[in-house]
């Protein structure tokens, strides 16, 4: 059974400051790999998908890694904006159940203070 | 283009009543899926619809239901509510579910059930 865990649950930082996310999965049998941003009471954004064929996706200040052999996969942000605080969350498409049926992590909380 | 429109975007329930849900999806998208998100259990699959199929199910109970229609809009429904489905309902549309294009997400149904 795929689990997805993400590494620190909450993460505060000063502006400016390049941080990363962590996010771990157990069975490297994945189609792809997706982050996702939630603000509070909000829906899932969309931020970087890492087909299992690839390494690395970049978006701006963005960028995702995806080691399957290890099963992790990191979120590295540039330069740290208030704007960025936000749940991430992670989720994998389980190459042998897939259909729209993503296993998510539980999130990462981060603050980033002016 | 639009996004995925998800009403309403507030219900209020008391324990044994049943409620609907509603999904539309961005245009030209066939497959929708539904989630569940709670502090405890994070997002959980409910469950996936392409052409007016179920495609794929989780572990729900057969209280929560779904259909999809012509025009690939879909409807969850809930019945028999009990306290514990409190939740936000998501639903998140992509071309196909099996593709590599990232799902995108409406921003939800929170439902409380009292």
């Known amino acids: 059974k795929q689990e997805v865990t993400q590494i620190p649950a909450a993460l505060s930082v000063p502006e400016g400051e390049n941080l990363v996310l962590n996010c771990s999965f157990t069975?490297?049998?994945?189609?792809?790999l997706q982050w996702f941003r939630q603000d509070p009471g909000k829906g899932l954004t969309s931020l970087l998908l890492i087909q299992s064929s690839q390494r690395e996706q970049t978006s701006g200040r963005l960028n995702a890694s995806l080691d399957k052999s290890s099963g992790r996969s990191t979120l590295y942000i540039a330069a740290s904006q208030p704007g960025d605080s936000a749940t991430y969350l992670c989720?994998?498409?389980?190459?042998?159940?897939?259909?729209?049926?993503?296993?998510f992590g539980q999130g990462t909380e981060l603050s980033v203070k002016p | 283009k639009a996004g995925v429109t998800q009403t309403p975007r507030y219900l209020i329930k008391t324990r044994g009543q049943q409620v609907t849900l509603s999904c539309s999806p961005i245009s030209g998208h066939r497959s929708v899926s539904w989630y569940q998100q709670t502090p405890g259990q994070g997002l959980q699959f409910l469950f996936e619809y392409f052409s007016e199929t179920q495609r794929n199910k989780g572990n729900f109970p057969g209280r929560f239901s779904g259909r999809q229609f012509s025009n690939s809009r879909s409807e969850m429904n809930v019945s028999t509510l009990e306290l514990g489905d409190s939740a936000l309902y998501l639903c998140a549309s992509s071309l196909d579910g099996h593709d590599n294009s990232p799902l995108h997400f409406g921003n939800g149904t929170r439902l409380t059930v009292t």
């Open positions: 069975d490297s049998a994945i189609y792809n």
């Open positions: 989720a994998v498409l389980s190459r042998y159940n897939q259909g729209g049926k993503l296993i």
